[in-house]
């Protein structure tokens, strides 16, 4: 029987430099010396970093990331440990083709630590945060070809509110869609800025002295459609289950209630059909130092 332990979060901010619930996730994972674990979002190699020491002197480490520059950073922090280690750009709903590629047919550990760094927040050209003026990019993986400014200017008004909806559960999903088109219409919107600005305008005034920023929850639903990061939990949890060893196990580290659920479903459904054993009844939350 495989073992499956569901990690999730439920606050924004995260360090560059620690990663969030890493005695946590040391904890559950189990990791030993020699053992073949798979970072599913590598991103600065944080969780990587605890990983390889706890596999030593031996253990093989697959790191994925969609982003290039992440990875590089990556490569950076690991360096210490670059013979065991393989650094893979790619989506990780590829994860079984990767395995394969590599030749690796089962593994002891894997760990999903989704959302966004603030390593890519905090870079106003990436276009993921209102805090400062960039382009509207959005996209994970610099290769890929459609950005949130492709989104946000072409497609219809009733489409935009759906994402709205359902990538952001905005309660103004038809009010922002709606000035969103009628102001594309004057001018593209190309920036942080305008997106920003415009649903400022779009959502009722007595409504914006929320505790968070008016534009969260948009800018949320256009990453999240971007960069398809919904599609790809579902298939890389069903993939990546898979790959487990009898006995080994999977953490996920989830960030707000959209990919909550999606691991909660798929977590259950799994243990329901006898294929896992959840070893916590209820998901783990980040100690009152971390947060």
Same mark, same amino acid.
């Given at each position: 029987?495989?073992?499956?332990?569901?990690?999730?979060?439920?606050?924004?901010?995260?360090?560059?430099?620690?990663?969030?619930?890493?005695?946590?996730?040391?904890?559950?994972?189990?990791?030993?010396?020699?053992?073949?674990?798979?970072?599913?979002?590598?991103?600065?190699?944080?969780?990587?970093?605890?990983?390889?020491?706890?596999?030593?002197?031996?253990?093989?480490?697959?790191?994925?990331?969609?982003?290039?520059?992440?990875?590089?950073?990556?490569?950076?922090?690991?360096?210490?440990?670059?013979?065991?280690?393989?650094?893979?750009?790619?989506?990780?709903?590829?994860?079984?083709?990767?395995?394969?590629?590599?030749?690796?047919?089962?593994?002891?550990? %894997?760990?999903? $630590?989704?959302? *966004? !760094?603030? @390593?890519? /927040?905090? =870079?106003?050209?990436?276009?993921?945060?209102?805090?400062?003026?960039?382009?509207?990019?959005?996209? %994970?993986?610099? $290769?890929?070809? *459609? !950005?949130? @400014?492709? /989104?946000? =200017?072409?497609?219809?008004?009733?489409?935009?509110?759906?994402?709205?909806?359902?990538?952001?559960?905005?309660?103004?999903?038809?009010? *922002?869609?709606?000035?969103?088109?009628?102001?594309?219409?004057?001018?593209?919107?190309?920036?942080?800025?305008?997106?920003?600005?415009?649903?400022?305008?779009?959502?009722?005034?007595?409504?914006?002295?929320?505790?968070?920023?008016?534009?969260?929850?948009?800018?949320?639903?256009?990453?999240?459609?971007?960069?398809?990061?919904?599609?790809?939990?579902?298939?890389?949890?069903?993939?990546?289950?898979?790959?487990?060893?009898?006995?080994?196990?999977?953490?996920?580290?989830?960030?707000?209630?959209?990919?909550?659920?999606?691991?909660?479903?798929?977590?259950?459904?799994?243990?329901?059909?006898?294929?896992?054993?959840?070893?916590?009844?209820?998901?783990?939350?980040?100690?009152?130092?971390?947060?």
């Amino acid at each position: 029987m495989k073992i499956l332990e569901p990690l999730e979060m439920d606050f924004q901010s995260r360090s560059n430099h620690i990663p969030v619930m890493a005695k946590e996730v040391q904890e559950y994972l189990q990791l030993k010396m020699n053992n073949c674990v798979v970072d599913f979002t590598l991103g600065l190699a944080g969780h990587a970093l605890l990983m390889a020491k706890a596999t030593a002197p031996d253990g093989r480490l697959i790191g994925i990331d969609r982003d290039k520059a992440s990875l590089e950073v990556a490569r950076e922090t690991l360096k210490e440990f670059s013979n065991r280690c393989e650094f893979v750009h790619d989506d990780y709903r590829n994860i079984d083709k990767i395995l394969n590629t590599l030749g690796i047919r089962e593994v002891d550990a %894997m760990l999903l $630590d989704l959302g *966004i !760094s603030s @390593y890519q /927040l905090d =870079n106003p050209q990436r276009g993921f945060s209102f805090s400062a003026e960039g382009p509207l990019d959005m996209r %994970m993986d610099q $290769d890929s070809y *459609i !950005s949130a @400014y492709d /989104l946000i =200017n072409s497609l219809s008004e009733k489409e935009i509110a759906l994402i709205l909806r359902n990538f952001g559960e905005e309660r103004w999903h038809n009010r *922002i869609a709606h000035h969103l088109v009628e102001q594309r219409l004057r001018r593209p919107i190309a920036s942080t800025k305008d997106l920003s600005e415009a649903v400022m305008r779009a959502i009722p005034s007595h409504f914006k002295r929320e505790k968070i920023h008016p534009a969260t929850r948009t800018f949320q639903a256009f990453r999240i459609a971007v960069n398809r990061e919904l599609e790809s939990l579902e298939i890389g949890l069903e993939k990546g289950v898979r790959y487990l060893k009898t006995g080994g196990r999977m953490c996920v580290i989830a960030f707000h209630s959209l990919e909550d659920r999606i691991v909660k479903q798929k977590f259950r459904s799994l243990a329901k059909e006898g294929y896992v054993r959840l070893l916590t009844k209820k998901p783990l939350r980040p100690s009152d130092e971390e947060v």
